[in-house]
Nanobody, 125 residues
Framework: QVQLVESGGGLVQAGGSLRLSCAASGRTFSSYAMGWFRQAPGKEREFVATISNWKGGSTYYADSVKGRFTISRDNARNTVYLQMNSLKPEDTAVYYC?????????????????WGQGTQVTVSS
């Protein structure tokens, strides 16, 4: 069983930055693909970014965040990060960290069995 705990959300003005962190329990963190998803009020949960469990950590981003967000992982700290720059009001959502053992790049929410409780990000205009 893997437990995920997100932190780092908050209120920021448009154009600002935030860094989300997701701390994972367990000794096999490096074997997990990790992802970030978000859900805005009245909308379905959507994929944001993922980093693979391959050596070197391949990454993949939703078009809406490409060039603004960066996902990274520190296997020694069992933590995955989401650096969010140039934030826009449409980035406002609850952000969720997800983990799974599927190999490679994983963009489908159903492929992730482990989820955090979410952290609120609000971007004001």
């Amino acid at each position: 069983q893997v437990q995920l705990v997100e932190s780092g959300g908050g209120l920021v003005q448009a154009g600002g930055s935030l860094r989300l962190s997701c701390a994972a329990s367990g000794r096999t963190f490096s074997s997990y693909a990790m992802g970030w998803f978000r859900q805005a009020p009245g909308k379905e949960r959507e994929f944001v970014a993922t980093i693979s469990n391959w050596k070197g950590g391949s990454t993949y981003y939703a078009d809406s965040v490409k060039g603004r967000f960066t996902i990274s992982r520190d296997n020694a700290r069992n933590t995955v990060y989401l650096q969010m720059n140039s934030l826009k009001p449409e980035d406002t959502a609850v952000y969720y960290c997800a983990g799974g053992i599927a190999p490679g790049i994983v963009v489908t929410a159903t492929a992730y069995p482990y989820w955090g409780q979410g952290t609120q990000v609000t971007v004001s205009s």
